[in-house]
């Protein structure tokens, strides 16, 4: 049986991990924090991690990519993306007007993790102008923190799923922003992913470029584009080593044992760079056909 570290149960994490492994007997490790989930597995005590690392609305989660560069030496095993569907949650006895309909203003103030909070800016800027918002740890940390203060005029945005466990109503159900509002989800650790198959495969690489070698990056990218090799995403992130100084993270839509791809990446080391594998794994990127 399987050991997963994921953030808290009710969590949109906690949803696309059991989406993942729907099935299968899973022993299942809650962590309110994802630092908790990524030592969880480093440490051995956990086969995997969950970890949400990219968002339709909010791109990148760049806490979680540090970790997972500079933090951990966690192989990526699989990718696959889920749906955010945000509600707005709390006890709507405690915040009914005169008609018995819900009254907005009595909301005092909104706890959720920062990225839920961001997308779901439109609802709250119409209804909750006045109502203060307080990061936490994860969506479903948000819903235990108004589960445990009643009568406070707090209110959370989380799944239904958290809603429930918790014992609160939906107040105003599928509040983001877009309609089509999905987290991409990396599953890290040291075995390979075999459960499900896709045809679909990627690799994903860290390049950190020579400092003296002007030109460097756009070697790096004709390495890919005269192979015709398509690049899903680049992003610049610091090293954290020296002010200006950055690694280029860099998704690949292609499986490292091909052709093509070993030999555009002996071409880029050739010019000084330093390139750190972080896996070549299974993307499922229609959940639906997952």
């Known amino acids: 049986m399987k050991t997963i570290a994921v953030l808290p149960a009710g969590s949109v994490s906690d949803e696309a991990a059991k989406h993942l492994f729907r099935g299968e007997e899973v022993d299942w490790k809650h962590h309110r924090l994802i630092s908790d989930v990524f030592l969880s597995t480093a440490s051995g005590v956990s086969d995997y991690s969950i970890v949400p690392i990219e968002n339709t609305i909010e791109g990148s989660v760049s806490l979680h990519m540090d970790w997972l560069v500079h933090e951990v030496d966690l192989p990526i095993q699989a990718e696959w993306v889920y749906p955010s569907i945000q509600n707005l949650i709390g006890r709507a006895s405690e915040l009914k007007d005169a008609s018995g309909g819900i009254d907005y203003s009595l909301i005092t103030k ?12 439109q609802f709250l800027r119409k209804h909750l102008p006045h109502a203060a918002t307080e990061p936490v740890s994860s969506t479903a940390e948000g819903v ?6 009643p009568g406070a005029g707090l209110a959370a945005i989380g799944t239904m799923t958290a809603a429930a466990n918790a014992g609160l109503d939906v107040i105003a159900s599928a509040i983001t922003d877009h309609d089509n509002n999905y987290t991409r989800f990396l599953l890290v650790g040291p075995a390979p992913y075999t459960a499900r198959q896709s045809d679909s495969r990627k690799t994903s690489i860290l390049v950190t470029l020579p400092e003296d070698y002007p030109g460097a990056l756009h070697q790096v990218l004709s390495a890919f584009a005269w192979r015709k090799i398509n690049l899903s995403r680049i992003e610049s992130r610091p090293t954290k080593k020296k002010l200006g100084n950055y690694y280029f993270y860099i998704d690949i839509d292609m499986a490292l044992d091909t052709v093509l ?8 080391e050739a010019i000084g760079c330093h390139v750190r594998i972080l896996g070549s794994y299974p993307s499922f990127a229609d959940y639906k056909k997952l």
């Open 110 to 121: 909104v706890v959720s993790h920062p990225v839920a909070i961001a997308q779901c800016y």
């Open 261 to 268: 791809l070993p030999s555009a990446i002996q071409e880029i």
């Open 144 to 149: 235990r923190i108004a589960q445990n203060n």
